[in-house]
């Protein structure tokens, strides 16, 4: 069973930074599109960024473009979210999965990102 494992969040001051990471447990992961995605108190879960298998296409939410940078290591399995110039409004439990166009592994416990001063 694949299994996702996302780090890295924690509470940090307007304009702060933050890198999350997500290891999958996943044969093949290297022909897998991934996303990561957000959830914040009261909205419904949204696609902040998409990365195609080879890294070589992103895609970014317009809320976050020019501030957040995905990226993966197949080779570790991993994919990670630098993330920027933070806002309030971004703060949410963070999680990362499969891009969801097409399909999605069991989601796993996401990461708290809280942005305030």
């Known amino acids: 069973q694949v299994q996702l494992v996302e780090s890295g969040g924690g509470l940090v001051q307007p304009g702060g930074s933050l890198k999350l990471s997500c290891s999958a447990s996943v044969s093949r992961f290297s022909t897998y599109a991934m996303g990561w995605y957000r959830r914040a108190p009261g909205k419904q879960r949204e696609v902040v960024a998409t990365?195609?298998?080879?890294?070589?296409?992103?895609n970014y939410a317009d809320s976050v473009k020019g501030r957040f940078t995905i990226s993966r290591d197949n080779a570790k399995n991993t994919v990670t979210l630098l993330m920027s110039s933070l806002k309030p409004e971004d703060t949410a439990v963070y999680y990362c999965?499969?891009?969801?166009?097409?399909?999605?592994?069991?989601w796993g416990q996401g990461t708290q990102v809280t942005v305030s001063s």
């Open positions: 999965n499969r891009d969801l166009k097409y399909g999605n592994f069991l």
């Open positions: 990365i195609m298998p080879s890294g070589n296409i992103t």
